[in-house]
């Protein structure tokens, strides 16, 4: 079995509550990225980052959707379907909205202010955006409810778990596993996204929040960019991430951020 396998049964066997515990098996690689707030231009520069490749991802659900009804009988579940377009839809409009309010901002003040966030509704809202995907490629997605809320920015943070979680389902193989959660580490709260995906080496991982780079170009005909804004994304916030990856045996993501009394 690989090991971050044995991650996912270690969070999964874990106490009520919904807090991981930590894996049981080493891992091969790691590395821990921190960076401090970043100036209003970088900020600037993010979100038309965030504009023009995380928007993407609700467009990919719609077409998923739609591949995903033009196959075979129909059954009832199609209007379940239809549904999640329909939410994909207005997911779409909300974050324009979001990143035209955000980048009003611009002229009020020097980046982002940290408000305080509960991260159960962002880790159920990705969860629910990748079903379709993780549905098409034969991919399981869990989230651990939790009642942790931390100072951040709801647009950016949702931000970096949507593209955390959406390259986790990119980078498993069918009949793998993701599981998203958080817990409290004194001050500080970890959200965890585990996937028992394909890994990655120590030079990937060391370019990993390089702009366009892709880790696996024949699995992702993307820009290579997701990273690249969760990297961006974590320095504006001033969080904090770690990395732990096998190749061929999973990866862990883990964001720190102060917790929100």
Not at 91 to 104: H, I
Not at 177 to 201: A, N, S, W
Not at 225 to 238: D, R
Request: aromatic residues 4%; hydrophobic residues 40%; contains cysteine.
């Amino acid at each position: 079995m690989h090991e971050m396998q044995g991650h996912i049964e270690a969070i999964e066997s874990s106490a009520a509550g919904g807090v991981p515990r930590k894996p049981k098996q080493p891992i091969t690689w790691n590395m821990t990225a921190q960076a401090n707030p970043h100036n209003p231009s970088e900020f600037e520069s993010v979100l038309l980052a965030i504009a023009g490749h995380d928007l993407r991802q609700p467009l990919q659900v719609i077409q998923a959707a739609h591949e995903f009804l033009g196959r075979g009988v129909r059954t009832t579940s199609e209007l379940s379907l239809l549904q999640l377009v329909q939410d994909a839809i207005d997911r779409l409009r909300d974050q324009l909205n979001e990143l035209v309010a955000a980048l009003q901002l611009r002229g009020h003040a020097t980046g982002v202010k940290l408000t305080p966030v509960r991260v159960g509704p962002l880790l159920q809202q990705v969860t629910y955006e990748n079903e379709i995907a993780a549905l098409t490629n034969g991919v399981s997605v869990r989230t651990v409810p939790t009642d942790a809320m931390i100072k951040s920015d709801a647009l950016l943070l949702g931000t970096v778990l949507r593209n955390l979680v959406s390259n986790a389902v990119k980078y498993t193989q069918p009949g793998g596993r993701i599981l998203v959660g958080c817990r409290r580490v004194e001050q500080l709260v970890r959200i965890d996204v585990y996937d028992t995906g394909i890994g990655m080496t120590g030079d990937q991982m060391s370019r990993m929040f390089e702009a366009f780079t892709r880790l696996d170009p024949a699995r992702c005909d993307g820009l290579g960019i997701g990273l690249f804004i969760v990297g961006q994304a974590i320095g504006i916030l001033g969080h904090r991430i770690d990395v732990t990856s096998t190749p061929c045996g999973g990866s862990r993501f883990s964001i720190f951020a102060d917790w929100a009394e």
